[in-house]
């Protein structure tokens, strides 16, 4: 049996992934979904920008938008929580209050909250998007980390460091808070997790 994992949990779970536009939240949640998907589960990933695009087309900048978009990611997230299955969901979700809203719509013994703890510096200079340079000509308002605020999470369940790890490394890491926290994964998922530890 698992170390950490005596009892296994096969019921669905939640991998909140927030931080920053830029931070490696969508390569860092690939590639814990490719190493989940080893333990015969369906796994999905909602990706901020891609709900933007096909759930919440319409929407702006503002708080009240955000606010929307990342609470229809939380709906989205709790239904498939709610049928077992296993959510990556990969949003800068700036706002703590509406980040506790979908851990209570969620659950929160299923929801595992990850901070991708990358400096602003570091993300305006990737720019993968060329969104912060937009934002500093003006052309997108209500930017978090820039004119709006961005609150990191006081006591998240992972941390991690873009800058002196790679992405692998991050996954690991995810992997072996989730057979801590008593989520049933792959034997040999968490044999690679806890062998870098």
């Known amino acids: 049996m698992t170390p950490g994992c005596n009892r296994p949990r096969p019921e669905g779970f939640c ?3 927030t931080g920053l536009s830029g931070s490696g939240k969508s390569t860092t949640a690939d590639a814990v979904a490719a190493s989940l998907i080893r333990s015969a589960r369906t796994v999905t990933v909602l990706d901020g920008d891609v709900v933007r695009t096909h759930i919440s087309a319409g929407l702006g900048f503002s708080k009240e938008d955000r606010d929307a978009n990342v609470r229809r990611i939380g709906f989205v997230a709790s239904e498939i929580v709610r ?4 959510v990556i969901c990969a ?7 509406t980040r506790e809203e979908c851990r209570r719509m969620i659950g929160p013994d299923h929801f595992v909250e990850v901070f991708v703890d990358t ?11 060329g969104l912060y340079a937009r934002a500093r ?6 930017f978090a980390g820039l004119d709006d605020p961005y609150e990191p999470p006081l006591h998240p369940d992972v941390s991690l460091d873009t800058t002196a790890h790679t992405a692998e490394d991050n996954a690991r890491a995810v992997l072996f808070r989730l057979a801590e926290m008593g989520f049933a994964i792959d034997e040999t998922a968490y044999a690679l997790a806890s062998s870098t530890r």
């Open 119 to 129: 400096p602003l510096a570091v993300c305006e200079q990737r720019d993968p998007k």
């Open 137 to 142: 000509r003006g052309d997108i308002p209500h």
């Open 83 to 86: 049928h077992r299955g296993v």
């Open 91 to 97: 949003a800068i979700s700036p706002y703590r209050a």
């Open 15 to 17: 991998i909140w992934l």
